[in-house]
Structure formats: structure tokens, C-alpha cells
């Protein structure tokens, strides 16, 4: 058993100070728009990725009347208590700790998972590569031990390529400061790319099975890694080609002051009934693969980590039709871990088919001001 059982937040988007228990199950967070309710799901979010799926900006996390904040969750896991504090402090470092120690970001999201499904996850399919990129980079960094840090790794020295590309000095001394970030550069994205094919192998398969039982079989799902790299078998082969590739690519990076091939300009492709669903799919499409691959996500991790993840729902129901909204159903029925749902509107219809205890929480003006517990309808 692994869930979320009290959460303090201070200082954080419109909360000042509130402390709120959790049930360990199923917890439906109601309140009118403009309240609290994606605030309070994006602070827990942030305690376990220390990142929100909002904003890339933490300072605009911060209360406006505040310079800073701080989380508590304490999670219990096999029945002990795990403390997660987070303190951000504007132009500070971030200080996380777990009982009080210090501990690294990557430990932090395979321990104490949470996914979150929000109306925005269809920017998943429709928006541009970068925000796929993100995405598989969370899910990798939460699969696998290494991933993390390589990708840190080969950030920096993409940076530093990329700078010395912008540097204006003869091609001779460009060159000669370009060579020895080519070897690291290529090492680490061969690393980066080979993990992401296979995260994405496994993912398509669960999503798959989503999709599939959302459309009744009658549409089918694919994913695709594309890759400015070639995929070879052996990983030794396939550096040395990206290698080759990038001499090249020399002279046009040289024209065009950046890094033209590697990981950092890759992207995903989604195929709905195997057309390209960014351009071709209907929205409606794109909402069922969404959700497709958050389900697919969450039962990835379950399967690798033997872990269920904290599941957050965002307002999620009122986007979806009624056959939808049933396949969510069931997918929390099934599910085993905690899930913490948000809704503007009454959702005590719908919760009639659930048989599971749940907590019932109100959020207005930026503090839970009631709570109840109520058994199972
Ligand atoms: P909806 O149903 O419309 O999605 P919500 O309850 O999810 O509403 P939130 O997004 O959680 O609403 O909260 C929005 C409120 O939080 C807004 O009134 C916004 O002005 C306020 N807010 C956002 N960031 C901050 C901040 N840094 N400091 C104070 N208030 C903030
Ligand atoms: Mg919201």
C-alpha cells in the first residue's frame, strides 16, 4: 500500500497555509473554477517530480504575497511513514528532503510516483515535438536507474557545443573547441535514444491495450520513436555512424550555430488507424489516445516498479463523453493505489458506480474548508 495521507502546503499558488488528510483510496476534490483545485493537485505533483505539469517557471509557483514556499506530504509506504519536504526560496536553490535527508531527484520520482491526467494531456498528441520529448524524458527518468543523469549530462554538453558554435572566431578555432564535446555528445545520445525506443516499445503495448478497449478494437493505436539517429542493433555501431553523421553535418552547424542531429530534436510519432494523428485525427481521437497513454503510463510503472503510482485527475470527466468516462471508471475501480480527483461540477451520478470508500474535499478561495468521509454509496 502506497498513498498520500497528509499534505501541508505554504506559500504555494493561492494557498497561504493548509494542511489537508487524505484518504488513502479515492479522495474528489469539488469546488467552483478559479478555487484551488489544479493548485492542490500540481503542489503534490511537485513533491514527488519537483517540477509542475504546468509551467517550467517555479517562481511563479509562489503565493504572490510570499517569498517563499514549502510542502509536506507524508506518504505511507509498507505501512511506514516517509516525510517529503520541499522548500523553494526565490533565486535559491530547491532543498528536498525525506526524513530529514537530502535526496536526488530521480529517487525521489521512482519512490514516490504520481501521474497526473489533465484535459492539457492532449497537447500530448497535438502539440509540437518538444512537449513529447518531455514526456517520454518524465517517463524515462522514472523507468530507468541512469537515464536522468545521462540526460543531464548530454544537456550540458549540447550547451556547451552549442555555444561554442555561436562563438564568433575562425572555423579553424571553432573547430578545433567543437572536437573534443563530439565524443561525450554522441556517447550520451546514443544512450538517450536506445532507452527511449524501448520505453516507447513497452508504452505503445499498454496503450494499445487501452485504446483497443476504449474503441471497442474498431481503431488502432501505434507509436513510432523517430530519430534524427539511426537505430542499429549494436550500440557501438550505431555511435560511431551518428558519429560519421555529425562530421558531416559540420559545415552546416557551422552556417547554422547549433547541434543538427541527436535526441534533442527527436520526436514521437502517434498513428490513429495509421495516419499521423496530429494532423489527421479528430479530437475526439486524440482525447482517446491521450488517455490511452496516461493509463499506459501508469501500468508501465505499476509493471517495472511493482508500485501504483498516486493517481491525480484534473477535471478530466467533464472533457470526455459518456463511454469514455466509463473506461476511466473502471480504470480507477481497477486500480489499486490512491487517486485524488478534481471537478467543477456534481459528480455524485457518476460516482454511483463506483463502489469504493471515498473522501469528499472543498476548495474555495485557496483553503479546503470541509471534509467528509463517506462509505462507499
Ligand atoms: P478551474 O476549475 O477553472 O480549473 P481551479 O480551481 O483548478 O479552477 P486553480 O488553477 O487551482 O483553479 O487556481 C487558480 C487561482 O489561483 C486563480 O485565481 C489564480 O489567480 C490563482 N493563482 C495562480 N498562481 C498564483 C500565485 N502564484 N499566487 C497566488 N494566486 C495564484
Ligand atoms: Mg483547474
Known amino acids: 500500500m502506497y498513498y498520500l495521507d497528509h499534505l501541508s502546503i505554504e506559500g504555494f499558488r493561492n494557498y497561504q497555509h493548509q494542511k489537508l488528510r487524505f484518504h488513502p483510496c479515492l479522495n474528489i476534490l469539488v469546488g467552483e473554477n478559479a478555487q484551488g483545485k489544479t493548485n492542490l493537485l500540481e503542489s503534490i505533483f511537485y513533491l514527488s517530480v519537483n517540477r509542475s505539469f504546468r509551467t517550467r517557471k517555479d517562481h511563479e509557483l509562489v503565493n504572490f504575497k510570499s517569498p517563499f514556499f514549502v510542502l509536506k506530504g507524508s506518504f505511507i509506504k509498507d505501512e511506514f511513514k516517509h516525510q517529503i519536504q520541499v522548500n523553494y526560496q526565490q533565486n535559491n536553490r530547491l532543498k528536498v528532503m525525506v526524513n530529514n535527508n ?59 557545443r552549442n555555444h561554442v558554435l555561436k562563438e564568433k572566431k575562425s572555423k579553424a578555432e571553432i573547430i578545433d573547441q567543437l572536437t573534443p564535446w563530439d565524443h561525450p555528445l554522441t556517447t550520451l545520445g546514443v544512450k538517450l535514444v536506445r532507452t527511449r525506443i524501448e520505453i516507447i516499445k513497452d508504452l505503445e503495448k499498454e496503450a494499445q491495450h487501452f485504446f483497443n478497449k476504449i474503441t471497442l478494437s474498431s481503431e488502432s493505436l501505434a507509436l513510432d520513436y523517430a530519430s534524427t539517429i539511426q537505430y542499429i542493433p549494436d550500440a557501438e555501431e550505431m555511435r ?29 510519432k502517434i498513428f490513429i488507424n495509421g495516419n499521423d ?52 471508471l473502471d480504470f480507477i475501480s481497477a486500480n489499486a493505489g490512491q487517486c485524488i480527483i478534481t471537478t467543477a461540477v456534481d459528480l455524485s451520478k457518476l460516482m454511483q458506480n463506483l463502489s469504493k470508500e471515498h473522501k469528499l474535499l472543498f476548495v474555495h478561495q485557496g483553503s479546503i474548508i470541509d471534509e467528509t468521509i463517506r462509505a462507499g454509496y
Not at 518531455?134 to 530507468?144: M, Q
Not at 541512469?146 to 556547451?160: A, H, M, P, S
Open 102 to 160: 537530502h535526496v536526488n531527484r530521480y529517487d525521489l520520482m521512482q519512490n514516490y510516483p504520481v501521474v497526473v491526467f489533465s484535459p492539457d494531456d492532449l497537447q500530448i498528441i497535438s502539440d509540437g515535438p518538444s512537449i513529447r520529448r518531455r514526456f517520454i524524458n518524465l517517463e524515462a527518468s522514472r523507468l530507468n536507474p541512469t537515464y536522468l543523469k545521462e540526460l543531464r549530462d548530454y544537456q550540458r554538453v549540447l550547451n556547451q
Open 240 to 268: 560511431k555512424q551518428y558519429y560519421q553523421k555529425l562530421m558531416v553535418l559540420r559545415d552546416q552547424e557551422l552556417k547554422r550555430f547549433s547541434t543538427l542531429i541527436g535526441p534533442h530534436l527527436d520526436d514521437i
Open 277 to 328: 494523428a496530429r494532423r489527421f485525427s479528430s479530437q475526439g481521437q486524440k482525447r482517446t489516445a491521450a488517455l490511452a497513454l496516461k493509463m499506459g503510463e501508469v501500468s508501465l510503472f505499476k509493471q517495472n516498479n511493482n508500485l501504483s503510482p498516486i493517481i491525480l485527475l484534473d477535471d478530466v470527466f467533464s472533457e470526455l463523453d459518456s463511454e469514455r468516462k466509463a473506461h476511466l
